[in-house]
């Protein structure tokens, strides 16, 4: 691919300031917000306050919108002086629309009862990937059979396949998946009177495109036999007209039809990936007919004997102008005894006449081969009358065994083709070691040095048969072989309407076992790289394209670093061998004008002179290095500097300012290839704790620039302002951190920061603090229920807490914006809690009000007040409401264990229960509390109540079920928690109370009986 103009995204950036006045925060020297504005595709504009770097939030991974590219989604972080300031961004560009098709036919013969083709398609972009969009286009399943017949469905839409349809087996998933999907097209049934051949298409349909069509296989047509119009009634149009019987089919008979096409038999495709245990064999079904010899047929006694040990029975349906008949399972086979028409006695006319014929339906029975019969195993399969019955004419059939129509006509036993299933093809692509389909394969061997490996994936598809698993992933077992068909030089070197190819040993240096290398030896890339695939009797053809770097360059932002002379003149001990202090270059690595700096570990020549740390180069002793990308890397991919100390230089200004983590930061996807990027930096410190971290730029006497720090000594005067040293053990390492203090006045502060490297002091700066604290306008308190209870009252034994959490907030006001915004002051030593009633109700410790125990207050208030500065007092209050159990009642209602209509019915004595002799009524205890905030609403508590009875021979209590013994009076008590008790007479009468007003019968109806 051509590449863009050349960007800054992954270089190092310094910190600049436009004015050295010290001291003031005024907007000479203090950013308010650092402002960038990002795209992949153009030079970052960074305004004078700032530059920024901004990189990928994973070193290791590579740009979007460029050809190192090998996704379309990925998180972007930025950093300042490699310091992380906010939380990545996600980065999503749209996924190419597909341009074309590759698919694979799973049907390769059709039948009459069988009639759907399928395939399974996968589009690709323009470089032959799978990873498409998912949108904008679909595919056409198209069928062209002999005599200008036509016939097209539409595909289902792509899925993005992890291994199954959806995952199945425990296949990796690794990576993006790609893209997907299932056609099917039922071929018409009137294609199929004599047989033939019919080809198989998919075209690709896209927005604003011409279609795309392959061509990917032909399908055999069976012609059916005459009988089979029989069959495809089934049950729902009884005595199906026929010219003639059959032959071999007596006119006074029973007999059987079985499908014509093959039956799955559960097992998967062997191989390929396709690792899954046997599964559940397809289904299929025998119908049975009854050959009248002119007689309305009244009643049937028949069996289907089959192979028990082979197939099992599903179930049965019976013809509609029959009663459901009688089931009975055996070892060869399951026998049906029907009672007669479902007209019964009363039948018409018509109803007789369905009932009469050569070939009337009576039943059709569901088997399925057991998992994994084998294919050659005969099915033993024939129908067997005991008795069809005519009542006017008696027996039709009488103990008769009947024949079997199948594909090839009537036979003694009738059997069904058993086939497992097998792979129909499959689909391949290139892929990085993850699975994650590529597009463009960059060769990084010029960076790293290292040769760059990718892999090809490719998915089995079975054929049809098969009932379970229709993908699987080919695993990597050494079996598939790869060939190059031909490589296509880029576009720039070939024009926009030729194709010159080039040597495919000049794009891949491996590819014969499907693993593909690019190393150093390849120097040349390719618009697309056609390959072919091939596993044993299978194969697949794909493509992709090659990205190798025409331009590798090393850059140094400067190629001569001169000896540093320190505030008081000395020449420190630094670096290697006790070397000296110079200045430090940034470097960064460009290829094809992208910037691939995080892909690259640098080295020197002379790492006494000059060596590489951190994205920069530093000087240490005279003398003269080469920066290499690595060892094998040609002269003109490296770059030269020198060190010397002939033009010592000082620092002329140290300018360190503070910027607050936690950027406002988004990224936004504009179009193919190209993302936009806006993020906003704070240098002001706008709240109490608020963090900010400090960096610096130093400019020496020669005009050169170069970040200082994190070696700092810092100061300040201001109690407004904590400081925190760099913490040495993070990665990136943190830098100097300042800290709003807790009751901070707001205003201008500073810091006193002193730069020393080496153990000497370089250069001496002031950093001013912004102090813009918003001003404190209001108080919220809230808690955190509306209701508490004492702790020794049974209330509390209701849910409502004995304590009460309280939550402080203070709402602020940004002066220069006028936004509002809050804290949560919860816990704050400045904050000051008091109750109301003060005494003798409750108590409040660590913000939280508790109940005392035998508190006798009706509500109690908690007031919170703190005083901040810039603002007034402020005062904040919430009351909550302190409930106690004021009453309880006990009275009783039915017994709802029998019937839950019961609960309804009020109870004030129990009876005797008609025509039950010794047995009384049963009834429920229910006690409600009355809480003394609420009076009027009860609180049914009958469930974690005890309840005693005074007489056990009256009235026996079993939990709240009050169960009558005999006649008498029994006094029923009920206890709950520690202090509330209420009690009720019940009395039991030796009289029917309640008399039967009707009986239920319940039952259930099985096959057979009840």
């Not at 399925?368 to 008696?394: H, I, K, N, Q, T």
């Not at 709003?740 to 700066?765: E, K, P």
Request: hydrophobic content about 40%; glycine content about 10%.
């Amino acid at each position: 691919p051509r590449p863009p103009p050349a960007v800054t995204v992954g270089s190092s950036a310094v910190l600049r300031t436009n004015s050295p006045t010290e001291g003031a925060c005024s907007a000479e020297t203090l950013t308010t917000g650092l402002h960038l504005v990002t795209a992949a595709a153009s030079t970052p504009s960074t305004p004078s306050a700032a530059s920024l770097l901004l990189q990928r939030a994973n070193d290791s991974a590579l740009w979007l919108g460029s050809p190192l590219a090998l996704s379309f989604a990925s998180p972007v972080a930025l950093s300042l002086h490699g310091v992380p300031m906010a939380h990545p961004a996600s980065a999503q560009l749209p996924a190419p629309p597909p341009v074309s098709v590759s698919a694979v036919l799973q049907t390769m013969e059709v039948w009459a009862d069988r009639r759907t083709v399928s395939a399974v398609w996968m589009p690709r972009d323009e470089w032959g990937s799978p990873a498409v969009s998912e949108h904008g286009y679909h595919a056409v399943l198209a069928v062209r059979g002999e005599g200008g017949r036509y016939a097209q469905a539409e595909c289902g839409p792509p899925w993005q396949d992890t291994g199954g349809e959806p995952a199945k087996g425990g296949h990796d998933t690794g990576g993006e998946p790609p893209r997907v999907g299932v056609c099917a097209l039922e071929v018409p049934s009137d294609w199929f009177g004599s047989g033939g051949a019919a080809t198989a298409s998919v075209r690709l349909e896209s927005d604003g495109s011409l279609p795309w069509e392959v061509t990917i296989g032909n399908v055999r047509l069976h012609s059916p036999p005459g009988w089979f119009p029989l069959r495809q009634a089934g049950l729902a149009d009884p005595n199906r007209p026929l010219s003639s019987l059959p032959p071999g089919i007596p006119p006074a008979s029973v007999f059987a039809t079985l499908p014509l096409s093959p039956v799955w038999n559960g097992v998967p495709p062997s191989g390929h990936g396709f690792d899954s245990p046997p599964a559940s064999a397809e289904p299929f079904s025998a119908l049975l007919y009854g050959a009248t010899g002119g007689q309305p047929l009244h009643s049937w006694r028949v069996k289907l004997h089959f192979d028990t040990h082979l197939f099992t029975w599903e179930g049965a349906d019976v013809a509609p102008a029959f009663k459901p008949p009688v089931v009975t399972q055996s070892v060869d086979g399951v026998s049906f005894a029907s009672a007669g028409l479902a007209c019964g006695t009363a039948c018409s006319p018509a109803q007789l006449l369905s009932a009469t014929g050569a070939a009337v339906p009576i039943l059709s029975v569901r088997l399925r081969p057991r998992s994994g019969v084998d294919a050659s195993s005969r099915l033993r399969l024939f129908p067997f009358a005991f008795e069809l019955r005519s009542y006017g004419g008696g027996y039709i059939v009488d103990r008769q065994r009947g024949p079997v129509l199948g594909a090839q006509g009537a036979a003694d036993e009738g059997s069904v083709a058993l086939r497992p299933a097998a792979v129909a093809g499959v689909l391949a692509y290139a892929a990085l070691n993850d699975g994650t389909p590529a597009r463009v394969l960059p060769n990084t061997a010029r960076l790293t040095g290292k040769p760059a490996n990718y892999t090809v994936r490719a998915l089995a598809v079975s054929d049809d048969t098969g009932g379970g698993q229709r993908l699987a992933r080919v695993p990597a077992d050494g079996a598939s072989r790869c060939r190059v068909l031909r490589a296509i030089a880029p576009q720039e070197e070939s024009g926009m309407a030729a194709e010159s190819e080039v040597a495919a040993e000049a794009v891949l240096g491996a590819w014969a076992d499907c693993l593909l290398s690019l190393g150093l030896a390849q120097r040349r890339g390719a618009r697309r790289v056609q390959m072919r695939m091939e596993r044993q009797a299978l194969h697949a053809e794909f493509s992709f394209g090659v990205w190798a770097p025409a331009r590798v360059e090393v850059r140094l932002s400067d190629h001569t670093l001169d000896r540093v002379i320190p505030v008081g003149g000395e020449h420190p001990c630094c670096g290697p061998a006790c070397g000296g202090l110079f200045q430090s270059a940034g470097v960064s690595a460009v290829a094809d004008g992208w910037d691939v700096t995080p892909l690259v570990t640098f080295s020197s020549s002379a790492p006494h002179v000059a060596s590489v740390d951190g994205g920069r180069v530093r000087g240490y002793s005279v003398g003269a290095a080469t920066i290499r990308l690595h060892a094998a890397a040609p002269e003109e991919e490296t770059a030269s500097l020198s060190v010397t100390d002939a033009s010592p230089v000082h620092a002329v200004a140290l300018l360190p300012r503070l910027v607050a983590p936690g950027a406002e930061w988004a990224v936004e996807s504009t179009s193919k290839g190209s993302w936009h990027g806006e993020a906003r930096l704070e240098t002001s410190l706008r709240a109490e704790g608020a963090e900010a971290v400090l960096f610096g730029s130093v400019r020496w006497s020669d005009g050169a620039e170069e970040p200082a720090g994190p070696a700092f000594a810092v100061a300040t005067a201001s109690p407004d302002l904590e400081l925190f040293p760099p913490n040495g053990t993070a990665l990136p390492p943190t830098g100097w951190r300042v800290r709003v203090a807790v009751g901070a006045s707001g205003g201008c502060a500073s810091l006193d920061v002193n730069w020393t490297r080496c153990g000497a002091l370089v250069a001496r700066g002031v950093a001013p603090v912004a102090l813009a604290l918003p001003t404190p306008v209001g108080a919220t308190l809230r808690l955190d229920s509306g209701r508490v209870a004492p702790p020794d009252d049974d209330a509390s034994l209701l849910g409502l807490p004995a304590a009460l959490a309280v939550r402080v907030t203070v709402s602020y006001r940004d002066e220069a914006t006028g936004v509002l915004s809050s804290r949560d002051f919860t816990g704050d030593s400045r904050v000051s809690l008091t109750l109301h009633p003060p005494q003798g109700c409750a108590r409040v410790q660590a913000g939280e009000v508790t109940v005392l125990p035998g508190a006798r207050c009706v509500n109690l208030t908690v007031t919170a007040s703190l005083h901040l500065p810039g603002g007034p007092p402020l005062l904040a209050s919430a009351t909550a409401s302190v409930a106690r159990v004021g009453a309880s009642t006990l009275d009783f209602v039915g017994d709802a264990s029998t019937d839950s209509a019961n609960a309804r019915v009020h109870v004030v004595g129990l009876g005797r229960v008609q025509c039950a002799a010794g047995a009384w009524h049963a009834a429920a205890a229910r006690l409600r509390l009355f809480l003394d905030d609420a009076p009027s609403v009860p609180v049914d508590v009958s469930t974690r109540a005890s309840f005693f009875s005074s007489d056990h021979n009256v009235v026996r209590a079993a939990g709240r079920r009050l169960a009558g013994v005999g006649p008498g009076a029994a006094v029923i008590e009920a206890r709950f928690g520690h202090t509330t008790r209420a009690s009720a007479p019940l009395s039991v009468s030796d009289e029917v109370r309640d008399v039967v007003t009707a009986v239920e019968w319940r039952g259930a109806w099985v096959l057979g009986g009840w």
